[in-house]
């Protein structure tokens, strides 16, 4: 029950299927502010029209206001302060809001507590008993990103540099 509309077809149809398909869409997920912003106009216009909720991966400015807090570049604050008006707007005309952390909820809440925003994990897993642990058994290490989004070389290198000298001491 799952359809990914992708291309260029899409794109120039996408108001069409919209209007051809909402009476079998139960829910619409929204992930990211910017591309959330290009596509409320049409999902508003939908009728019926099915609840949209918007699920944040982390808040924008919130992430922006803390990279200038660590690279002192002033011209942080204003790209900070454009993200917290997008993503606020963006807030304003979806039915829920899901973020992965307690803490971008807390944050939303205090400037807007009347929205409907609540933490929900991004893995739920068992708890499994694990076995020692036996570091010369592995040799090799995994990391999946993009290195197109700052927070992820940021995070890496901080690894490479804080993290993995103290690991391979051990």
Do not use: C
């Not at 009728?47 to 002192?72: C, M, S, W």
């Not at 409907?116 to 994990?121: T, Y």
């Not at 090799?140 to 901080?158: A, K």
Request: net charge negative; hydrophobic share 40%.
């Amino acid at each position: 029950g799952v359809e990914v509309l992708v291309g260029e077809y899409m794109a120039r149809n996408q108001d069409r299927w919209l209007k051809e398909n909402a009476p079998y869409i139960d829910r619409i997920y929204l992930h990211r502010p910017h591309i959330a912003e290009q596509l409320l106009d049409a999902l508003e216009r939908m009728n019926p029209k099915p609840p949209i909720v918007f699920f944040g991966h982390d808040l924008h400015y919130l992430r922006t206001l803390r990279e200038q807090d660590v690279t002192a570049d002033s011209a942080l604050a204003k790209a900070a302060k454009n993200w917290q008006e997008r993503e606020y707007a963006v807030f304003d005309r979806v039915d829920k809001i899901y973020y992965p952390s307690q803490v971008e909820v807390d944050e939303i809440l205090s400037k807007r507590p009347g929205l409907d925003v609540r933490a929900i994990p991004l893995y739920v897993l068992p708890l499994v008993e694990s076995g020692s642990y036996d570091a010369s058994e592995r040799s090799d290490l995994l990391f999946v990103g993009g290195f197109n989004h700052p927070p992820n070389v940021d995070g890496i290198s901080w690894f490479v540099a804080e993290v993995l000298p103290l690991v391979e001491e051990q």
